[in-house]
């Protein structure tokens, strides 16, 4: 059950004053749920200020700046409606200090309530931006306009929050201040050492610190109080991940000894010898099976590293010790290539394999039902269709998740909702980078395939201005005169980039006035059979450049293609060019990349091209990526799984994560059912960050 203390936080947002069934779409939008009825006043409350108005200038109204928000103090003299009958001209009301005269002036204005609002010979105060205008100044729709009586009612600094279209900042701020006050004394849950080393306040007094930031220095996200919450926030992920973790941990893992017999013949028969980091992840992976403990190890590699050998030869060890192995793919598609890929592979051991997705109908499916609850079955290859009810194991010992670029734990936890508790092992072609795998998985074991297979020469790779393109051109007729083969990549050039970018139409028709007939197209607007064709011209050597868009970027395998020339490349995420650059190099022959860019480069452009130069390192190349981007940018859109965090960010709190880390897994040492005080503490900061699910997996442990 939630603390009764949280209740007033975790009340409807539209229980706030003035959140009407309009304004609830846009604040759902606002707060990235789908409707209203998800949106908590709580989630308000996490809606942190980017900037701020500071109104604490007053200058006079003589000496106010052009442009720039002022405060003035002053008296009113008279009020000048618009003429009779022209009610398109302004409605002015002069006042004066000291210094001189400013005309307040409003567009369609009732007079009565300014009459009401600014009375002659009444002193005021204005707040707004003033604007000169042949020598006098004015001030536009004033921000605020209070009695000197009143200043109060006046902010001098107010927090600027991130809108949506339609929601007004003035609303917004309203109902945040009426949020606020919601706010209950929270116990303490950190540790009291760190507080005081980190000169942490009480969440209560961060919040509303949050919300009232005084100067810049306050919204700095190294701000004291945003810290905090980052780290309440960091704490609250790496305690709840620790809690699945320790829950699917006590289902005590089945050990399997692996003995050599199917692998040994596999191992034999491979037209390759495993690469060193494939044979280290082999390794990790079997020496957790043989222990007690469930394995629960992310492989990490890039594509065409080579982590289906890896799966299989672990998925035979299973079997080896008289057990099943299962693997999932993401799509159907992928689940058949794998089957096909791996019953060639695996013919040797004599294993009998089969494949189960939700095409599998009928009779075939009724009969691998009953081969796979016999035990005849031995290895599973199929989609998530694998965990439905109707699917029962004689002995699953292992499970390999195929997650491609996804990058998710729900099927995994899905998995043992069923009560299976197999050994995991999670495949992944996304290079992750550390401290996202952290925040996602938390202290979960890895291991990467850094070595590419064997064969595969290094890609040199060159960064050139498009000032340029003439020698790029010349080089090209002498390569492909050699009879080589090139890539141009053109990035995809939207219609306001039109006059800035070349298309990848045009600098087809300009390079195929140099080359003739040896240049071929394939963009993604062209029918899957015309790109077909042009591809197996290019891959027969019919076409020797091929003008391309990013269509390129995924399962194209043309290994005699040497050359890649990347034009805009400082338009392209640096993933992505590691990934078209890996479009080259597959061969023997030696292959070169270049990079034409247009300048002049911004510093971070220039820092982001030289790092395809220096490193062909995925995970590198990630982890640098996500330096100089930030991890928003770096996943992309939303995706499943992928940790989202309100406050805390990666790149700026990274140290924090590290100690919240450590923090979860010593809470865990001591008290694994967060029963002491500040276990209880605990359970009320996983509901206010709605890790509700991790304390069903602690009551139902
Ligand atoms: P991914 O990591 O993208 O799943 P794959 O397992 O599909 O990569 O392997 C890509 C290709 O490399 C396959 O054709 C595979 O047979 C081959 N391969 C795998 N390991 C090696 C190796 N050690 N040496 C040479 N080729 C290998
Ligand atoms: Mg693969």
């Known amino acids: 059950m939630r603390p009764a203390l949280l209740d007033p936080l975790f009340a409807p947002l539209n229980s706030l004053p003035g959140i009407g069934p309009k304004a609830g779409d846009l604040y759902a939008r606002l707060l990235g749920r789908e409707s209203i009825e998800d949106c908590r006043v709580i989630d308000l409350i996490f809606h942190a200020p980017h900037s701020l108005i500071d109104r604490r200038q007053q200058p006079g109204i003589a000496l106010s700046p052009q442009g720039s928000i002022v405060t003035i103090t002053g008296r009113v003299d008279r009020h000048q409606p618009p003429p009779p009958g022209r009610s398109n001209q302004p409605y002015r009301v002069f006042i004066h200090d000291d210094t001189g005269e400013l005309a307040l002036t409003f567009f369609r204005a009732k007079g009565n309530w300014l009459e009401k609002a600014l009375p002659v010979n009444e002193t005021v105060i204005v707040s707004g931006k003033v604007d000169w205008f042949n020598g006098r100044p004015s001030m536009v729709h004033p921000d605020y306009m209070v009695r ?191 089957f096909a890929t791996l019953s060639k592979m695996a013919a040797p051991a004599g294993v009998n394999i089969d494949v189960l997705t939700g095409r599998t109908k009928g009779k075939e499916r009724e009969a691998i039902l009953d081969r796979i609850v ?143 007939e040896a240049v071929g197209l394939v963009h993604g607007r062209m029918k899957g059979t015309e790109k077909d064709e042009v591809m197996l011209a290019f891959k027969k050597g019919e076409i020797r450049l091929l003008v391309a868009t990013t269509v390129v970027e995924v399962g194209v395998d043309v290994p005699d293609a040497t050359i890649m020339v990347i034009e805009h490349a400082e338009r392209f995420g640096l993933a992505q060019l590691h990934q078209l650059r890996g479009r080259v190099g597959r061969g023997s022959e030696a292959s070169t990349c270049i990079l034409l860019y247009k300048g002049p480069l911004s510093e971070n452009g220039r820092a982001r091209l030289s790092i395809l130069r220096e490193t062909e390192d995925g995970f590198l190349i990630a982890e640098e990526d996500l330096k100089l981007r930030g991890e928003g940018e770096l996943l992309g859109t939303r995706q499943s799984g992928t940790p989202g965090f309100r406050i805390a960010s990666l790149e700026a709190h990274g140290d924090l994560l590290e100690i919240a880390r450590k923090d979860a897994a010593y809470i865990i040492e001591r008290d694994p059912d967060l029963t002491s005080e500040r276990g209880e503490a605990l359970r009320t900061l996983l509901y206010l960050h709605r890790r509700d699910e991790a304390i069903r997996f602690l009551r139902a442990g």
Not at 276 to 295: F, H, N, P, W
Not at 381 to 397: C, E, K, M, P, W
Not at 466 to 494: F, Q
């Open 374 to 516: 016999s035990g005849e079955t031995q290895i599973v290859i199929g989609t998530h269709a694998l965990f439905q009810d109707t699917v029962v194991y004689s002995n699953l010992l292992m499970a390999v998740v195929d997650e491609q670029h996804r990058f998710g734990v729900h099927q995994r936890l899905r998995l043992t909702a069923k009560g299976i508790s197999p050994h995991m092992l999670v495949m992944t072609a996304t290079p992750i980078p550390r401290t996202l795998v952290l925040a996602a998985f938390g202290d979960m074991d890895v291991s990467k395939l850094t070595e590419k297979p064997a064969g595969r020469k290094p890609i040199q790779t060159v960064t050139v201005s498009n000032e340029r393109t003439g020698e790029i051109v010349d080089r090209l007729r002498t390569a492909l005169s050699e009879g080589k083969k090139a890539y141009w990549i053109c990035p995809l050039v939207e219609e306001s980039d039109v006059s800035e970018l070349m298309s990848v139409d045009e600098r087809f028709a300009i390079l195929s006035a140099e080359f003739g």
């Open 148 to 338: 000197a009586s009143e200043a109060e009612n006046l902010p001098l600094v107010e927090p600027v929050y991130p809108l949506t279209a339609g929601l007004s900042a003035r609303i917004l701020r309203k109902s945040i201040e009426a949020g606020l006050p919601r706010l209950p004394d929270f116990p303490e849950w950190l540790d009291e050492a760190l507080a005081r080393q980190q000169s942490f306040n009480s969440v209560r007094d961060c919040f509303l610190a949050l919300h009232d930031p005084r100067d810049a220095t306050d919204l700095d996200l190294q701000a004291p109080s945003r810290r905090r919450l980052a780290y309440d926030e960091f704490l609250a992920g790496q305690l709840s991940l620790a809690l699945v973790r320790q829950r699917l941990r006590k289902v005590a893992g089945i050990p399997v000894k692996a003995t050599g017999a199917l692998s040994g013949p596999v191992l034999a028969a491979l037209p390759f010898s495993l690469t060193g980091s494939q044979q280290a992840a082999i390794a990790d992976v079997l020496k957790d099976m043989a222990g007690t403990e469930r394995m629960l190890r992310l492989l990490q590699g890039d594509v065409g590293s080579g982590k289906t050998a890896v799966a299989l030869m672990t998925m035979l060890a299973a079997v080896e010790a008289g057990g099943q192995a299962v693997l999932m793919a993401p799509t159907e598609i992928l689940a058949r290539q794998h």
